[in-house]
């Protein structure tokens, strides 16, 4: 007789609920998104992260651009970035995004990066070079930011404040608790004090946050999470469910409902956010120019 799994493993091979099964990825307009990426030699975030919303995405013609190449200097416990040797940061990268996002076709550019402990400046000049890059080959564009901590350099998050996102995000991906076993290399409130920073010296520019749920956390650290973005002057919040991307991650405690995410919405809403997506399929950048829109007509 064979003993029983241990539970954590049982838990990763559980069927996912029927909510969160999604096509994969495929169909002419994907494939037309994929190849102008590819032969751009760019990355993004959608596919290096494996999001579940690649198809919907793509098909819409928009993506997540990630710069400073595909190999992250962390390794968080939740993420599918590989991690490894960085490479050498490419000064044509930010014209070859603007030059990709103008045949897209694209008004609202959302772009991050891989952590870069290794550069001095975190990527803050390169960030910022998109920026005007994508000002220069697309009049009137709006550009959202999802950056790293930069380590706590003031001066990074200065650097990027000063090329002019309409949105600054910075993901706390989870509660005060569940850091060391998730993000063991971030902290929880050098997170915090970024997004505060950004929104004491750029009230202009909304301040955007987001949690993964489904790591293991209880209802009041969510709260306490969610309080502290609120204390941080967080506008905008992102929250969706945690999927183990290989079984070498973190397995998922927890399948929220849609309805239980629908009741984080409300009761955000009421602690003062702007606006607030949530939903079992909800990443930071899932439908951000609706978000942003929502947030500066709240
Ligand atoms: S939700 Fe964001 S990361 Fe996912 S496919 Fe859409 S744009 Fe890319």
């Known amino acids: 007789m064979h003993p029983k799994p241990p539970a954590s493993t049982a838990d990763r091979r559980a069927p996912k609920p029927a909510w969160l099964r999604k096509r994969l990825p495929s169909g002419p307009a994907y494939e037309s998104v994929r ?42 416990r939740f993420c599918a970035v590989s991690h490894g040797p960085p490479e050498p940061v ?20 959302v772009v991050t990066s891989v952590t870069r402990d290794d550069l001095p400046d975190g990527g803050a000049d390169l960030f910022a070079a998109v920026i005007h890059a994508l000002r220069q080959r697309i009049p009137g564009v709006r550009v959202e930011v999802l950056i790293p ?55 202009r520019i909304l301040t955007k946050s987001g949690l993964m ?50 009741s984080w919405r409300r009761e955000a809403l009421a602690m003062g956010f702007a606006a607030v997506a949530s939903g079992p399929f909800v990443r930071s950048s899932y439908r951000a120019e609706a978000l942003c829109d929502d947030a500066r007509s709240a």
């Open 35 to 76: 190849r102008l990426l590819g032969k751009a030699g760019l990355h993004t975030v959608c596919q290096s992260a494996r999001c579940p919303n690649q198809f919907e995405c793509f098909t819409r013609h928009t993506a997540t651009f990630m710069i400073l190449g595909d190999h992250c200097t962390r390794d968080c």
């Open 90 to 109: 490419d000064p044509d990268e930010p014209r070859r995004v603007a030059e990709a996002a103008a045949h897209l076709g694209l008004r609202y550019v």
């Open 149 to 203: 901590d930069f380590q706590g350099r003031r001066r990074a998050l200065e650097t990027v404040l000063a090329a002019g996102p309409v949105v600054l995000n910075h993901n706390l991906e989870t509660v005060a608790r569940l850091y060391p076993a998730a993000r063991p290399q971030a902290d929880y409130r050098r997170s915090l004090d970024l997004l505060a920073r950004s929104r004491r010296a750029a009230p």
């Open 213 to 262: 749920l489904g790591l293991g956390e209880s209802e009041a650290e969510i709260r306490t999470a969610l309080a502290d973005l609120r204390a941080a002057g967080v506008q905008v919040l992102t929250l969706g469910q945690y999927l183990q991307p290989t079984a070498a991650h973190l397995p998922v405690a927890r399948y929220l409902t849609p309805e239980t995410f629908e």
